[in-house]
């Protein structure tokens, strides 16, 4: 089956870089997507990996590794406005999904001053 | 800019009502979807189309239907609106296969 797991939650201050990681199991894989999501927002899109490594857009990076089925999004200098929560999603190309999107449960982040 | 807009950010409906919620994309994008989204269950795919009149089942469709008679519109139907079905509710477009979806405000709905 499809599965993503990423934790629940994460606290931090104001300043500090957050890591928030993302396994996945799919019959097939794409690519791998992150969205942000402000309490009583819509989800925005952050960030996209197809291939392994890191790819970096100011503040937020985002990392791959396709054969250990894991990514991540590194959040540095944390400001209170990262507060929200983020989702992991994969593009999976099974027989049977045409390339739509699994979303992980989402992480909540708390950024504290 | 997209913009993805949805009918209604609040919805009370009552138990057996047939329930129509709307969604309008104006960059012309080829593909729609529906999702709901729970508290610890991230977002789940209702159903999603590719084209007009065109649509695929996603992970949770039964009790929905959808309809896609313009390109822009893809509206979500609860065709006998339950309890279980209270919900945010999330509709997003995309422009061909491209990975990036866009999404509108959502409807909380509520039916009791």
């Known amino acids: 089956g499809q599965s993503l797991e990423q934790p629940s939650e994460v606290t931090a201050v104001e300043g500090a870089i957050v890591q928030i990681n993302c396994t996945y199991q799919t019959s097939g894989f794409y690519g791998l997507s992150w969205y942000q999501q402000h309490d009583g927002g819509a989800p925005t899109f952050l960030s996209y990996n197809a291939l392994d490594g890191l790819e970096e857009t100011g503040r937020f990076s985002s990392f791959l590794s396709r054969s250990d089925s894991y990514g991540y999004l590194l959040l540095q200098e944390l400001q209170m406005k990262d507060s929200a929560s983020y989702f992991c999603a994969v593009r999976d190309t099974g027989t049977d999904s045409w390339g739509k999107l699994q979303f992980g449960a989402g992480t909540q982040v708390v950024v504290t001053p | 800019d997209v913009k993805v807009t949805q009918s209604s950010r609040y919805l009370v409906k009552r138990t057996g009502e047939k329930v129509f919620l709307e969604c309008v994309q104006d960059?012309?994008?080829?593909?729609m979807f529906w999702y709901r989204q729970d508290p610890g269950l991230g977002l789940r795919l209702i159903y999603f189309?590719?084209?007009?009149?065109?649509?695929e089942k996603g992970d949770i469709p039964e009790g929905y239907s959808v309809s896609r008679e313009k390109k822009e519109r893809f509206s979500l139907i609860l065709e006998s609106a339950s309890t279980n079905q209270t919900s945010m509710y999330l509709c997003?477009?995309?422009?061909?296969?491209?990975?990036?979806?866009?999404f509108g405000p959502g409807t909380r709905l509520t039916v009791t």
């Open positions: 189309s590719y084209d007009v009149k065109m649509k």
């Open positions: 960059m012309d994008h080829e593909n």
């Open positions: 997003a477009s995309s422009p061909g296969l491209r990975y990036e979806q866009y």
